[in-house]
């Protein structure tokens, strides 16, 4: 009511009756009235409740938020979220060491548990190609559902939707992106990096890691800084890069977002030009670019148009879950909703939460029947491939387990440890469309109250995490050791796995709370923002 009364009094019609000279007292007089201790104060603790993480407002305050929207893909917003989870534990630990770098058994000191494939990708290895993969599939698998109406109203929606979803996706990329970009600049601007500075430049004792990201420059002046950000910010929006990737310097992890924007134009374009193709035709057209995209050695392409191939082949083999309401309606058992994404329309939403309770997915079900230690085994296959050990394909390296497999990847590949993750992406995103969300544990465990929730949070995390760490996050550990008397690398195994595991957890409640802060409060206002921008812009019919 402050507020409204503050900025809103035009409506009072003494007000608007005054003379421009009263309406500035009288403007200013409000003004003063709100900076009196009691307004302050109430004003203090809107500020600090908008910092508040969602967490804290339920626990301490009783705020539990709008009740989460539940779709029929919600689960590949939980694989989102954990991967996002991955992401930020992989920046972590090679900060630290080249754990699941190098493939298993390559030397004694490679023989870690935790190097095994399929182990090892809980904690390493490069995981943008899920990112990639799920936007790709979504995006066509929105328009196969209108395209498949076969009406002129379906051909008239799915231009609209192809226009409004091109139009809004840079800005959606890039508003968030440039915002926590210009504030990292300021901080490091205003010196709060240089303290970390030489510490973060230790390669020899604090941090051995084989990646060693450089760091952003601390300019002269403020003008050269932000001309710095913005020649940093010109390059992440070129799509037009001979490269693959572009790594800025003031934070290396957003590398992605001119990859996913360059795939996005990419699978649209493919999508446009097969828009009144035959089901089949676009299917063939999509894998025809999709091979050629990969003999361009663009990985980030054609990761996307794979995606856009899962959604085809899903929607021509129908609906997994009313294939099994046949068979059990015959067999006279109640079966359960539908909720494949190729029954109903992907936008439609509701309230309620999704079939399976919250804690449902740590009840495992054990394969029981032939068709589900088959899926058991592709499952096995998918994530074989998806932790195909980044310099696996090395020619000093043994590789051991992907020895024959490296005979497959052509020589002229530049991106060899690509092509195995890629392919293994696709088979994931497969096996999980063709699940059923009442028998299947991947599907209980993604659509989990804790997947769903780093989901939601999962780019606020993704661009939030570098700054972070940077700041406080990798300095941690090496307190606590410098506590014990010890340096990192002068410790016993034990004592330092621990210790990065307790800065781990450290860091990550960290990044959370800050994701959790950014996508309300920034994000979900940059979504507002550009709804009003393409309102201004767009033609209503």
């Not at 979220?81 to 972590?92: I, S």
Request: charged share 15%; net charge positive; with cysteine.
């Amino acid at each position: 009511m402050e507020e409204k009364a503050l900025f809103a009094d035009y409506e009072d019609p003494a007000f608007s009756s005054a003379s421009h000279r009263g309406a500035s007292k009288h403007f200013i007089s409000k003004a003063a009235s709100s900076l009196q201790p009691s307004n302050a104060l109430k004003l203090s603790k809107r500020f600090a409740y908008c910092f508040t993480p969602q967490a804290v407002r339920s626990y301490c305050f009783g705020d539990s938020g709008p009740p989460p929207k539940r779709f029929p893909t919600s689960y590949l917003s939980g694989l989102r979220g954990l991967t996002a989870l991955k992401v930020f534990t992989f920046h972590w630990t090679f900060a630290f060491s080249d754990l699941g770098y190098k493939p298993y058994g390559t030397t004694e000191r490679y023989t870690y548990f935790l190097e095994l494939p399929i182990i090892r990708y809980i904690h390493s290895g490069f995981t943008a190609h899920i990112f990639f993969a799920v936007a790709g599939y979504l995006t066509s698998l929105r328009l196969f559902q209108i395209l498949d109406r076969h009406d002129q109203a379906s051909q008239t929606k799915a231009f609209v939707n192809i226009s409004g979803a091109l139009f809004r996706r840079a800005f959606r990329l890039y508003l968030p992106t440039f915002i926590i970009t210009l504030l990292f600049t300021h901080y490091i601007h205003f010196g709060f990096y240089e303290h970390n500075r030489p510490y973060l430049d230790d390669h020899e004792k604090l941090f051995p890691g084989v990646w060693q990201e450089p760091k952003p420059e601390l300019m002269a002046s403020y003008y050269a800084q932000l001309r710095y950000w913005a020649s940093e910010m010109f390059q992440l929006t070129n799509i037009f890069l001979p490269t693959t990737a572009y790594y800025p310097f003031i934070d290396q992890h957003l590398w992605s977002i001119l990859a996913e924007m360059r795939g996005s134009l990419c699978l649209y374009f493919v999508l446009m030009a097969t828009a009144q193709c035959r089901t089949y035709i676009r299917l063939t057209m999509l894998c025809c670019m999709t091979v050629l995209f990969f003999l361009w050695n663009h990985w980030e392409v054609w990761i996307y148009l794979l995606g856009g191939i899962v959604a085809q082949i899903n929607m021509i083999m129908g609906d997994p879950e009313s294939d099994k309401d046949k068979k059990s309606t015959m067999g006279g058992l109640l079966a359960p909703p539908s909720r494949s994404p190729s029954t109903q329309f992907i936008g439609s939403s509701s309230g309620k939460s999704s079939s399976t309770s919250s804690s449902a997915w740590i009840q495992i079900t054990p394969p029981t029947t032939l068709r589900a230690y088959v899926r058991t085994f592709w499952f096995l296959v998918a994530f074989y491939f998806l932790s195909y050990p980044i310099w696996g394909c090395e020619p000093t390296e043994t590789a051991i387990g992907y020895q024959t497999l490296n005979m497959l990847i052509p020589e002229w590949m530049e991106r060899k440890d690509k092509f195995y993750p890629n392919l293994g992406t696709a088979l994931l995103l497969l096996l999980l469309a063709r699940s059923y969300d009442s028998t299947s544990n991947w599907r209980r465990l993604l659509n989990s109250d804790i997947a769903q929730y780093m989901g939601k949070i999962s780019f606020g995390l993704y661009l939030t995490h570098g700054p972070v760490l940077h700041a406080v996050g990798y300095m941690i550990p090496q307190y606590i050791w410098w506590g014990m008397g010890v340096e990192g690398v002068d410790t016993t195994n034990t004592v330092w796995f621990v210790v990065l595991f307790i800065g781990w957890a450290i860091s990550l409640t960290l990044c959370l709370c800050v994701a959790d802060v950014w996508t309300r409060e920034v994000e979900g206002r940059c979504v507002k923002f550009v709804k009003k921008i393409e309102e201004l812009c767009f033609v209503r019919v």
